[in-house]
């Protein structure tokens, strides 16, 4: 049987200090930091999920600023996006409201490429491995409440259900691209989007920082 391969774009979405950062630096290189460069604009990185023995998905993970100056930019770092992780910090307060605030922004921005439909989102609950007050039934009942397929607790740092939640999402979006007839991303497609997106960000230039996003 001949191989397949598919590609596709991914957004990682949340505000900054949630770990997107450090999330794409875990799945990808299998490392970890607390030192690195803030994401200016949006940054991209390729994950490779094995979907079955012939088909395999290439993500480009579009690792996106939290701070709020960026917003006007959403809409053309959101295009073309088959999916997304929105993802949360276990340890605030107010994590239904973060989470909330990024769900509908892509809702009202973005739909699977093709059709009318909103993208599939998963909900990651980032810092598993730091205490937090969050039970998992609580967790659950956001997740419904909110319209997210699936939820994950996440650790950037331990690796923790990272590559179980991706691989998830992989799939779901390979066999929705099946059902619905819709075309997948080609390799030029990606460096348009890229150069984009490095026009648009001058360089891609941050500055150093403390924790991770």
Not at 91 to 104: M, N, V, Y
Request: with cysteine; glycine share 8%; charged share 25%.
């Amino acid at each position: 049987m001949s191989s397949q391969d598919v590609m596709f774009k991914v957004l990682v979405v949340g505000n900054a200090g949630v770990g997107k950062t450090c999330i794409l630096k875990r799945l990808i290189y299998k490392s970890f930091s607390e030192a690195y460069k803030s994401t200016i604009g949006v940054d991209f990185g390729f994950y490779k999920a094995q979907i079955d023995e012939v088909t395999s998905a290439r993500m480009m993970l579009y690792d996106i600023a939290g701070q709020e100056r960026y917003n006007v930019l959403m809409r053309s770092y959101y295009k073309d996006a088959f999916c997304a992780f929105v993802v949360g910090d276990l340890q605030s307060p107010i994590l239904r409201d973060d989470l909330r605030s990024w769900k509908s922004s892509i809702d009202s921005k973005v739909t699977f490429p093709g059709t009318t439909e909103t993208i599939p989102c998963y909900m990651l609950c980032n810092k598993c491995d730091l205490p937090h007050e969050y039970k998992d039934e609580e967790l659950e009942q956001i997740c419904q409440q909110l319209g997210f397929q699936k939820w994950f607790k996440t650790s950037a740092l331990t690796g923790e259900h990272l590559e179980q939640a991706t691989v998830d999402l992989a799939k779901l979006v390979v066999k929705m691209i099946g059902e619905k007839g819709v075309g997948k991303q080609k390799d030029e497609d990606v460096i348009n989007l890229v150069d984009e997106d490095d026009r648009q960000n001058n360089g891609q230039s941050g500055n150093k920082k403390q924790g991770c996003c």
